[in-house]
């Protein structure tokens, strides 16, 4: 019995978010060393950061004291050198791979006979979805 073929759109939807969750796991990995081995070159230092964690204090107490505040949702674009900017990178790459995954399973749709215009254009809505949810501000600040 011969096996069942796989659609081009789902091999590389697939292969996309494969890669790039890999990609994600390697730089996660990198990012805690870097930020170990020069601990004063992070956002919020490292030490003080777990200390706090163990005291029980808040999130918001411990940005207070260990890092001046908040930086915002996307700081590791502006410190992307720093250990934590890597790490922070690193999990928005993860959370983000579905972007690139589907618009890559809407370039195999339209190449398919007949063409799949309807799963291509619900494969590029969801991808302008993740894209628009990744640059919004977020929920308001009070």
Known sequence: MEKPKMPPAQIYYGETVYWLCLASAVVCTIGPVVTMLSADHNVMNPFFLFSGIWEG?????IWTEVGGGFPGGHFYLRRFTYGDG???FGIALGCA???PALLAAAVAYMREKPRAYLWAGLACWVAFLIGYSMTSGGPPSH
């Open 57 to 61: 204090k808040s999130a918001q107490e």
């Open 86 to 88: 890597i790490t922070q």
């Open 97 to 99: 791979c579905a972007l």
